[in-house]
């Protein structure tokens, strides 16, 4: 169960940092062809003369299908990392309940366990951001990038170390 629940709860954190990281990607082009626009808006509308409400695009349609979008990303970002965030609370646990019974304590301190641990943090962190109205979106998307960076970490960085209680699948030391 330990396994199974961990496998589920990295595959949905994986799923939902891709959502919000989409998000981050939308959120910058968008900003940045604002950016853009208010420049080319300041620089030429306003002294050649020219009809301002023909060039502000905040009210197109465009706009509002890519801020229904952001909307929605960040909404499924958040059910699908809370799924995980499920998964992984209870992988960690049933591993601690399983370590308890294999090698008499609930916690080593190996390092795929403490990368789990400082994953389960991050995505605790996610889920406090999204509690607070001004941190939404963009903000909360930022910290859910992050954790997606620690899940490859965790998953594959340090198993390559070759040390510790999960040691598996590590490089060979050939050195000579």
């Given at each position: 169960?330990h396994?199974s629940?961990m496998?589920l ?7 939902g ?6 998000l981050?990607?939308i959120?910058?082009?968008?900003n940045?062809k604002?950016f853009y626009?208010?420049?080319?808006f300041?620089?030429?509308s306003?002294?050649l003369?020219e009809n ?6 905040f009210?197109?349609a465009k706009?509002y299908?890519r801020s ?7 909404y499924?970002s ?6 995980g965030f499920?998964?992984l609370?209870?992988?960690i646990?049933s591993g601690?309940?399983w ?5 008499g304590?609930?916690?080593n301190?190996d ?10 943090i ?7 951001t999204r509690?607070?109205?001004?941190l939404?979106g963009?903000?909360?998307a930022?910290v859910?990038s992050i954790g997606?960076?620690i899940?490859w ?5 340090v198993?390559?170390l ?6 598996y699948?590590s490089?060979p030391?050939?050195?000579n």
């Amino acid at each position: 169960m330990h396994v199974s629940m961990m496998i589920l709860g990295y595959a949905a954190l994986l799923c939902g940092s891709l959502l919000s990281v989409a998000l981050l990607v939308i959120t910058f082009r968008k900003n940045r062809k604002l950016f853009y626009k208010s420049n080319g808006f300041l620089n030429e509308s306003f002294f050649l003369g020219e009809n301002v409400l023909e060039n502000t695009s905040f009210f197109s349609a465009k706009n509002y299908y890519r801020s229904q979008l952001i909307q929605q990303l960040d909404y499924w970002s958040y059910r699908v990392i809370s799924l995980g965030f499920t998964f992984l609370t209870i992988g960690i646990l049933s591993g601690a309940v399983w370590a308890n019974e294999a090698w008499g304590s609930y916690w080593n301190w190996d390092p795929k366990e403490t990368w789990a641990f400082i994953t389960w943090i991050v995505f605790a962190i996610y889920l406090h951001t999204r509690t607070h109205r001004n941190l939404r979106g963009a903000n909360s998307a930022i910290v859910a990038s992050i954790g997606f960076l620690i899940i490859w970490i965790c998953y594959f960085g340090v198993n390559l170390l070759g040390i510790g209680l999960h040691s598996y699948g590590s490089f060979p030391s050939t050195f000579n």
